[in-house]
């Protein structure tokens, strides 16, 4: 999944397993409320891991928390 920039302009990879966010929608849901919808970023999967692409320093930690909080919330796991 991406967001409206070419994939030469990400600099930063986070590497995240599936298994913590089992949803890639969910992590697309919530990489985009943090980011907002101008910044871009790529979600990219292999071997069961997912790689975020961004422009951005973020917390990983974070993310995770929004993750678990709305998968708490009745979102689909």
Do not use: A, W
């Amino acid at each position: 999944m991406t967001s409206s920039s070419t994939q030469s302009s990400y600099m930063l990879t986070e590497r995240l397993q599936t298994k913590r966010v089992p949803d890639v929608n969910l992590l697309f849901e919530v990489l985009d409320e943090f980011f907002g919808h101008d910044q871009s970023f790529r979600i990219d999967m292999r071997h069961n891991v997912y790689n975020i692409k961004t422009q951005r320093e973020f917390d990983l930690g974070k993310i995770l928390e929004k993750c678990d909080d709305n998968t708490s919330k009745g979102r689909r796991r």
